[in-house]
């Protein structure tokens, strides 16, 4: 997110209203929304309009009167103690942080009072200006803000870029040529039943999404073909439709590898679509388009159009040419889905037999700096980055993509201790990337230097000395845990960049490789995990518990409903003889 807005008060009518809310979704800015003017707000008004509110669109209302404003700007304080590790009462650290690292600003709508005023001067002692579409005194270049600090914009079609320029935000959007908004904003609007205008997949009918390398005289770039009987017949009268989306890629810097790295994307080329919904991926996926969207001009070509757009954009470095091709005949879909199956099953061969000693180069992730100057994420092939989104393969790919970018590689340089995973290259890197706060790091332990973490990890590794174990932790688990902390409390004592050891944030899929606390004893170490987290890995868990020789360990590795409280898990630990047991202690 390039930026926050904190709105206040209430647009003159409520057509203007969605069209502020709406520019700052598709420049993929946050949107607080709080107080009133004689009555109304922009919460009203967006209601009013049936705009969907809530984290998911990025539109969070935080209360009727000026005064809840204070919520986002206490939501600002908490970016600073758990992402900049600044300590309670450190005030000067915390209006610095907020100022230099958390983009924010205040879109003031309608007259202002005293309590606006108030307010107004507290967010700007924070960094943040005002903007305000009344005629208010400005305060032009002073003492705390980057910029100005209140200024004025009286037209309602400029003040979002107004507000832009004065915080100083940097943002490129780049915009298909397509008849509904678009933003990553749009990523979290749902699309209910009764919303829908045509669904695609999700076992409702064949569907698959497939990317391809070919030869530059193979495609024609920005050719987007439709392959059906009467398709426009078939789309028109909406329903279920059978739906592949097979997108041809071809460019001088292009590989085989960055195949699977673009493909993923295509969820988020959709989704950012307003009202266009997209789940799942490869011969899972799940497609609706809404009525709203089917309304505004919405076509099966512009489907092929947004890829192929987003994709040139998104991968403007590696990829010269991109032609899309969507196909609607079920046969055709079946027939091709087997295809593109080999295809899948070929890379997760390619991708599955890397391992961290055939490689001479590690990548670094430093896409969390901007909250956790001091986070270094460090991916080998046996260890994606911790917030699960990229792998070894991604950022060799984003580091082809962007050069100078927040994915670089490291030569990992002489191997100081095996069993640990400590290397020259990756302390000397770490040294310079997280400006000497880090001054090494064992890759494949939890309890000596571990990696440190931002606070977008996928799960938490805790230690539990009683049962000589760890307990793994998934986002979204609100319950106790046998750490005596729920996911909320540990997550602030994980995070902000520093190294914990006995407390480390991991991918999911970091569970079940083999380098997973490979120096500590690997997955034998597990002895709590949430039940849902356990569940999800199931199949690749036991394939890993039988190479390690303990083939019933996932039965004898307890969860929520049979504990969370340490005694109760010793003793359940001891009535399976789960083998942390007899390993040798953590400490």
């Not at 391809?212 to 439709?241: A, W």
Request: overall charge negative.
């Amino acid at each position: 997110m390039p930026g926050f807005a904190a709105i206040i008060g209430a647009a003159p009518d409520d057509d203007t209203a969605v069209k502020i809310i709406r520019e700052l979704q598709e420049k993929n800015i946050l949107i607080f929304l709080s107080g009133s003017v004689n009555g109304n707000s922009v919460t009203k008004q967006l209601l009013r309009k049936g705009v969907e509110l809530g984290w998911e669109t990025r539109i969070v209302p935080v209360g009727p009167d000026t005064e809840h404003t204070v919520y986002p700007l206490n939501w600002s304080i908490r970016a600073s103690l758990i992402y900049g590790g600044r300590k309670p009462g450190d005030f000067k650290g915390h209006l610095q942080y907020t100022k230099d690292r958390v983009f924010a600003f205040a879109l003031v709508l309608g007259e202002l009072d005293e309590m606006k005023w108030s307010n107004g001067a507290g967010a700007i002692n924070m960094g943040y200006p005002a903007i305000c579409d009344t005629n208010v005194p400005v305060i032009h270049p002073s003492g705390v803000c980057t910029y100005e600090e209140v200024d004025r914009e009286l037209d309602h079609g400029r003040i979002v870029q107004r507000a832009i320029e004065v915080r100083g935000l940097k943002i490129t959007v780049e915009k298909p040529p397509i008849p509904v908004a678009y933003g990553p904003a749009f990523e979290g609007e749902r699309i209910r039943k009764e919303d829908t205008f045509l669904e695609c997949g999700g076992s409702r009918t064949p569907a698959f999404e497939w990317v391809r390398m070919r030869d530059m005289e193979e495609i024609e770039d920005g050719r987007v073909v439709i392959v059906g009987h009467n398709h426009q017949e078939v789309y028109e009268k909406g329903g279920q439709m059978p739906l592949a989306i097979v997108i041809d890629v071809a460019g001088r810097k292009m590989q085989k590898d960055f195949e699977g790295v673009i493909e993923r994307k295509i969820h988020h080329n959709i989704n950012e679509a307003q009202g266009i919904w997209h789940m799942g991926q490869r011969d899972i996926n799940w497609i609706r388009i809404s009525h709203n969207a089917k309304k505004e001009g919405f076509t099966l070509e512009h489907l092929g159009i947004l890829n192929a757009t987003m994709t040139h954009s998104r991968f403007r470095s590696i990829v010269d040419k991109v032609q899309v091709t969507i196909y609607t005949e079920e046969d055709d879909v079946v027939r091709l889905r087997e295809e593109a199956r080999k295809s899948y099953r070929e890379r997760d061969q390619r991708l599955g037999g890397l391992v961290d000693e055939a490689v001479d180069t590690f990548y670094s992730c430093l896409l969390c700096q901007s909250f956790a100057p001091s986070h270094v994420c460090v991916i080998s092939p046996e260890r994606l980055g911790l917030c699960g989104a990229y792998n070894w393969l991604d950022c060799k790919a984003a580091f082809e993509i962007d050069p100078t970018g927040g994915n670089q590689p490291i030569a990992k340089g002489s191997l100081i201790d095996a069993r640990f995973g400590r290397y020259t290259g990756i302390d000397e890197y770490l040294k310079k990337a997280s400006g000497g706060a880090i001054e090494t790091l064992n890759l494949y332990t939890i309890m000596e230097n571990p990696m440190t973490s931002c606070g977008c990890f996928e799960c938490i590794v805790a230690i539990i000395p009683e049962a000589n174990g760890v307990m793994i932790v998934n986002r979204g688990h609100t319950g106790m845990t046998p750490a005596g902390m729920k996911f909320s409390t540990l997550a602030g004592t994980v995070g902000g960049g520093t190294q914990n050891p006995g407390f480390m944030g991991i991918g999911r899929n970091f569970i079940v490789s083999k380098k997973f606390l490979a120096g500590d004893g690997g997955i034998k170490r597990v002895v709590w995990m949430t039940k849902n987290l356990k569940e999800s890995l199931k199949d690749a868990f036991d394939k890993r518990a039988a190479e390690e020789g303990v083939p019933d360990l996932f039965d004898k590795i307890a969860d929520e409903s049979v504990c969370e409280e340490p005694e109760k898990l010793v003793e359940f630990l001891a009535s399976v003889g789960h083998p942390a047991l007899e390993m040798e202690p953590m400490f």
